[in-house]
C-alpha cells in the first residue's frame, strides 16, 4: 500500500495496516539533533510531503531575514517580527495597521505568491506516491494579527469598523487566490491554519467565531472540495467548541492539541467523523525525561480516537524543548497499537 493508498483509507475512515505518519520539524530539531532526527525520518518515513523544494517565492513587500533566526525579519506581508530564540519564530511587535485612517493603504497582498508558475509542482507530483499537499496555506485569523496586533484585533471584532472590514477582506480574497492557483495543481490536499484556543477555551466567543470567521471558512472548503481535494487544518489550543464547525463546513483533518481537551469526549463525539491529524503534547508530555508517558499518551489517544478504521494520523511536532527519544518512541508505539 502506497502513502496515498494509506492517507486515503485514513481520510475515508477504512481499515489500514497500520496509523498514517507525519512529523512536524522546527529548525531548533534540525540544528540541536540532526543526526537523531536523520535515524528518526529513515525509520519511520512520512507518508505526508510538500513540494517545498521545488518552490521558489519572490521577494516581495520588503522580505528580509531568516524568521527562525535571532532579530528581525520582515515576511511577505511586510510584517515584522521579532524573534529572541534560535530556531523558532517570534513575534510582531510593531504591526503594520495602527491607525485604518492611515496604514489601511500599507495592507499589500503578496499577489506574486499566488501567481507564480506551478509547473514544478505538477511534475513532482506526478513522480511521488507520498500523499502531497499544499504549500501555500489559507491563514486569516492570524495574518490579520500580525497585520494590526492581537488587542487592537479583539477590539476591531467587536466594533467592526470599516477599515477593520476592508482589511478582513483584503486577507480573505488573497487566501481565496491562493486556493485558486493551488486547486489545479495535481496535490492531494490544501493547508489551513489559525491558533484559535488558549489552553481551555476558544480565544473568542464561539458565537462570534461562527458569525464572523465561519463563513469565509466554509468559502475555503467549497472552493477546495469542488476541485476534488482535502481539507486539512492546523489550530493550537482549546478548539473543542468549533470541532462541530469545522467538520459542518468540510474539513477533512484538522492537527490540534488534543491534551488541552477531554482526548475521551472528543472521541465519543468526533470519532469517526474527523480525522485527527495528531497530535501529542509538546508542552509537558514530549519535553519529559520520562519516555513512558510518551507511551502511554499514544495510547490514550488510540483507545479514544483509533480503531483500526482509520481517522488517526500518527503525528507530533519536534520543536523546541523536545526528546528526539519521545518523538521515536511516540512512532514505535503507534506501530503497536
Known amino acids: 500500500m502506497t502513502s496515498r493508498e494509506l492517507m486515503l483509507r485514513t481520510l475515508r475512515f477504512q481499515p489500514t495496516p ?16 540532526p543526526a537523531e532526527l536523520a ?7 512520512s507518508d505526508i510531503a510538500y513540494p517545498y523544494d521545488v518552490i521558489r517565492f519572490p521577494e516581495v513587500n520588503g522580505m528580509r531575514g531568516d524568521p527562525y533566526a535571532v532579530g528581525t525579519s520582515v515576511d511577505e506581508w ?6 529572541l530564540q534560535e530556531g523558532v519564530i517570534g513575534e510582531v511587535k510593531h504591526p503594520l495597521v495602527q491607525d485604518y485612517d492611515t496604514d489601511l493603504d500599507k495592507v499589500r497582498p503578496p499577489w506574486e505568491w499566488a501567481k507564480m508558475p506551478l509547473d514544478d509542482v505538477h511534475r513532482l507530483c506526478e513522480k511521488t506516491d507520498k500523499f502531497m499537499g499544499s504549500v501555500l496555506c489559507f491563514r486569516l485569523f492570524e ?12 477590539i476591531d471584532l467587536m466594533e467592526q469598523p470599516a477599515g477593520f472590514l476592508k482589511m478582513v477582506e483584503r486577507v480573505h480574497e488573497w487566501n481565496l487566490a491562493m486556493i485558486d492557483a493551488w486547486v489545479k495543481t495535481p496535490v492531494d490536499f490544501i493547508v489551513g491554519m489559525d491558533d484559535w484556543g488558549s489552553q481551555r477555551s476558544l480565544l473568542i466567543n464561539p458565537r462570534l467565531w461562527r458569525e464572523f470567521f465561519k463563513p469565509m471558512y466554509a468559502e475555503y472548503a467549497r472552493r477546495i472540495k469542488q476541485a476534488g481535494k482535502f481539507v486539512f487544518f492546523h ?7 468549533i470541532y462541530e464547525d469545522l467538520i459542518e463546513i468540510g474539513f477533512d483533518a484538522v492537527n490540534s492539541q488534543l491534551f488541552c481537551m477531554d482526548i475521551e469526549e472528543i472521541g465519543r463525539r468526533f470519532k469517526g467523523r474527523l480525522t485527527f491529524w495528531g497530535e501529542i503534547d509538546r508542552q509537558h508530555i514530549l519535553p519529559s525525561p520520562d519516555v ?5 499518551a499514544v495510547r490514550r489517544v488510540a483507545r479514544a480516537l483509533y480503531d483500526g478504521n482509520g481517522g488517526v494520523i500518527a503525528q507530533c511536532e519536534f520543536g523546541a524543548g523536545a526528546r528526539p527519544e519521545n518523538v ?3 512512532f514505535e508505539e ?4
Open 18 to 33: 497500520r496509523p498514517a505518519r507525519d512529523l512536524w520539524t522546527l529548525p531548533w530539531a534540525e540544528r540541536k539533533y
Open 39 to 45: 535515524a528518526i525520518r529513515r525509520d519511520f518515513p
Open 78 to 83: 511586510g510584517c515584522e517580527f521579532v524573534n
Open 143 to 154: 495574518r490579520i494579527q500580525f497585520l494590526r496586533g492581537t488587542e487592537n484585533v479583539y
Open 235 to 241: 489550530s493550537d489550543g482549546y478548539i473543542f467548541d
Open 292 to 296: 513512558q508517558q510518551t507511551r502511554d
Open 328 to 330: 521515536r518512541a511516540m
Open 334 to 337: 503507534w506501530d503497536q497499537v
